[in-house]
């Protein structure tokens, strides 16, 4: 079955620096690659999703790069803000069959002021 | 238009007890999915299911743990006999049923359940 390996595990940046997070993947049917953000005692929301027919998408200060070769994908943040301190996942999942996804470890993520 | 409503939000219960946990799906959602995240842990799927349906439970112990959506009400995970390594936040998706693409997933705000 699917395995994502998500890479760091904690990663401090100082407020408007960037930061990225890095994840693999290993069934090459996965197609859809999704991002949540959890902060703590929240629910999982979703943040941005990249699907294998695109190599790069943005969403202001946020964007989302996908290799298909390499099986990997990550997660840009630029200009961060302490509001972005949170856990991100990132998760691959298939648009055929059950759908259901298969997360990463988890990246917290604090931003110093 | 609610989101995904999972009830209890809390759930303290001694070993050897049930725990009942509920999922309603977002208005217009007929697939239902189960994770379950330990603490400063990702989050693990367990069970799919439609209305009346179990489509993938390939996730789900073999023991003590049930899931069920019925045509009317929410989704129901049980798990008989709690133990300790129960203890975890299980969360609820929901998503359309739109063949052809992927569909995305919805969480609810979970269910922690802390065994005692």
């Known amino acids: 079955g699917e395995n994502v390996e998500q890479h760091p595990s904690t990663l401090s940046v100082q407020e408007g620096d960037s930061a990225v997070i890095k994840c693999t993947y290993s069934?090459?049917?996965?197609?859809?690659f999704p991002w949540y953000k959890q902060e703590l005692g929240k629910r999982p929301q979703l943040i941005i999703d990249?699907?294998?027919?695109?190599g790069e998408k943005k969403d202001q200060r946020i964007a989302v790069t996908l290799n298909k070769t390499a099986k990997h994908f990550s997660l840009h943040i630029t200009e961060t803000q302490p509001e972005d301190s949170a856990v991100y996942f990132c998760?691959?999942?298939?648009?055929?069959?059950?759908?259901?996804?298969?997360f990463g470890q988890g990246t917290r993520l604090t931003i110093n002021p | 238009n609610a989101g995904v409503m999972q009830n209890p939000r809390h759930l303290v219960r001694r070993r050897g007890q049930e725990a009942r946990l509920r999922c309603s799906p977002m208005k217009g959602h007929s697939h239902v999915y189960w994770y379950r995240q330990l603490p400063e842990e990702g989050l693990k799927f367990m069970v799919y299911l439609q209305k009346e349906n179990i489509i993938d439970e390939s996730g789900m112990p073999k023991e003590r743990f049930s899931a069920e959506f019925p045509k009317e009400g929410p989704s129901i995970l049980r798990i008989q006999q709690v133990v300790r390594g129960d203890s975890a936040a299980y969360f609820c998706?929901?998503?359309?049923?739109?063949?052809?693409?992927?569909?995305?997933?919805?969480f609810g705000p979970g269910t922690r359940l802390t065994v005692l």
């Open positions: 069934d090459s049917a996965s197609n859809y």
């Open positions: 998706a929901s998503s359309l049923n739109r063949g052809g693409s992927y569909n995305e997933q919805f």
């Open positions: 998760a691959a999942s298939k648009s055929e069959g059950a759908q259901k996804l298969v």
């Open positions: 990249i699907r294998s027919n695109v």
